[in-house]
């Protein structure tokens, strides 16, 4: 059975006989988990197992799990600070920063990979224009070069883990206040002025192998009339034909207040889809879920396919042995106070 074009969040800390069913769907693809699916290592491992066990190919697993305020899995995880600490060591120590940022990057990606999540939606490419409350200390720093550095440090790490990257939000969610996740934001800026700014660590990205992206669930007028997540301006023109990205494009949660506009929960998914998403999120509502399977027509994509597959997370360890390990001891160390040792030589 394919991999289908949605990913659906899940109740509780253990699968019921509903979502067992609902993730044999063919129209799921994936599984994205949340704190109220954390309990612990064990639990989760548990718990991904349960799921990769119900189909093949198996069912893409992620998370969000940046460090600071969005990091869903916390006891039994190192605590990851805000990406914004990197860049403020960046402004102190560019190789420093470049160097803890692979670092951090690979403990992300290795602990996840140990309790069976495939990839987590990371690493923010937004910059800090110092107006978003919603990213501000998510976003590496201001300077466009400085966060592709970073972030291209990041990814590195993460692919060393044996993880795929997904970028986020395209083309840009920090140049205004609203928040997406309660209202439609309206970013007035002209494309040129986005082009020169917040789309330049996203171009970086992508021409270092990008695997992923994720847009906004932004309005650009001066761009195009619907929001970026669901604009076939910004994803087929601008994002495949212009900046030549190849890789998945995953919607940003269809139940957020700045989807609504595109209509019904079906409508949300099936517009998202037709502008150009791989996958569409549907999180947090399982009523919505379940129109959204039920209104999607099945269209095979033997290329959305090829795609999808490559997000499958690549070795696996597990916490206890990974623990034993002096590479992630240093890590953690590492990354649970940048400046109290000196960097080592680690092979990450």
Same mark, same amino acid.
């Given at each position: 059975?394919? !991999?289908?074009?949605?990913? !659906?969040?899940?109740?509780?800390?253990?699968?019921?006989?509903?979502? &067992?069913?609902?993730?044999?769907?063919?129209?799921?693809?994936?599984?994205?988990? /949340?704190?109220?699916?954390?309990?612990?290592?064990?639990?989760?491992?548990?718990?991904?197992?349960?799921? =990769?066990?119900?189909?093949?190919?198996?069912?893409?697993?992620?998370?969000?799990?940046?460090?600071?305020?969005?990091?869903?899995?916390?006891?039994?995880?190192? &605590?990851?600070?805000?990406?914004?600490?990197?860049? *403020?060591?960046? #402004?102190?120590?560019?190789?420093?920063?470049?160097?803890?940022?692979?670092?951090?990057?690979?403990?992300?990606?290795?602990?996840?990979?140990?309790? %069976?999540? #495939?990839?987590?939606?990371?690493?923010?490419?937004?910059?800090?224009?110092?107006?978003?409350?919603?990213?501000?200390? &998510?976003?590496? =720093?201001?300077?466009?070069?400085?966060?592709? $550095?970073?972030?291209?440090?990041?990814?590195?790490?993460?692919?060393?883990?044996?993880?795929?990257?997904? %970028?986020?939000?395209?083309?840009?969610?920090?140049?205004?206040?609203?928040?997406?996740?309660?209202?439609?934001?309206?970013?007035? +800026?002209?494309? #040129?002025?986005?082009?020169?700014?917040?789309?330049?660590?996203?171009?970086?990205?992508?021409?270092?192998?990008?695997?992923?992206?994720?847009?906004? =669930?932004?309005?650009?007028?001066?761009?195009?009339?619907?929001?970026?997540? /669901?604009?076939?301006?910004?994803?087929?023109?601008?994002?495949?034909?212009?900046? *030549?990205?190849?890789?998945?494009? /995953?919607?940003? $949660?269809?139940?957020?207040?700045?989807?609504?506009?595109?209509?019904?929960?079906?409508?949300?998914?099936?517009?998202?889809?037709?502008?150009? @998403? #791989?996958?569409?999120?549907? @999180?947090? $509502?399982?009523?919505?879920?379940?129109?959204?399977? *039920?209104?999607?027509?099945?269209?095979?994509?033997?290329? +959305?396919?090829?795609?999808?597959?490559?997000?499958?997370?690549?070795?696996?360890?597990?916490?206890? &042995?990974?623990?034993?390990?002096?590479?992630?001891?240093?890590?953690? +160390?590492?990354?649970?106070?940048?400046?109290?040792?000196?960097?080592? *030589?680690?092979?990450?």
């Amino acid at each position: 059975m394919a !991999l289908g074009p949605v990913m !659906l969040g899940l109740d509780g800390l253990e699968l019921t006989a509903e979502e &067992r069913e609902l993730l044999r769907h063919p129209q799921v693809g994936g599984v994205i988990l /949340f704190a109220r699916n954390y309990q612990s290592p064990q639990q989760m491992t548990a718990l991904t197992d349960a799921i =990769h066990t119900l189909r093949q190919p198996r069912l893409l697993i992620a998370v969000d799990h940046e460090g600071g305020r969005v990091q869903r899995f916390r006891d039994g995880f190192t &605590r990851l600070p805000a990406v914004r600490r990197l860049g *403020e060591i960046h #402004d102190q120590d560019p190789q420093r920063a470049k160097q803890l940022a692979r670092v951090t990057g690979w403990l992300m990606a290795v602990e996840l990979r140990a309790v %069976g999540v #495939d990839f987590s939606f990371a690493p923010v490419l937004d910059l800090d224009h110092g107006v978003s409350g919603i990213i501000g200390d &998510r976003a590496f =720093h201001r300077d466009p070069e400085v966060v592709a $550095d970073l972030a291209h440090a990041y990814r590195s790490g993460m692919q060393k883990a044996g993880m795929e990257a997904v %970028g986020k939000h395209f083309p840009g969610h920090g140049g205004i206040a609203a928040d997406s996740h309660l209202e439609l934001p309206v970013d007035p +800026r002209p494309y #040129d002025e986005l082009a020169f700014a917040d789309l330049l660590a996203f171009e970086r990205m992508i021409h270092y192998g990008l695997a992923a992206l994720m847009p906004a =669930h932004v309005l650009y007028p001066q761009v195009d009339d619907q929001p970026a997540g /669901f604009s076939t301006r910004w994803l087929k023109d601008i994002l495949r034909q212009h900046l *030549e990205f190849q890789g998945v494009i /995953f919607s940003d $949660d269809l139940d957020m207040a700045g989807a609504h506009q595109a209509g019904t929960p079906a409508e949300r998914a099936h517009a998202a889809l037709a502008a150009g @998403c #791989d996958m569409a999120l549907a @999180c947090n $509502d399982r009523q919505a879920a379940v129109a959204i399977l *039920e209104g999607l027509p099945q269209t095979p994509d033997p290329v +959305r396919q090829v795609r999808l597959i490559r997000m499958h997370g690549r070795g696996r360890s597990n916490l206890e &042995r990974l623990r034993r390990n002096p590479v992630w001891q240093r890590a953690t +160390r590492l990354v649970q106070d940048y400046d109290a040792f000196p960097l080592l *030589e680690m092979d990450i």
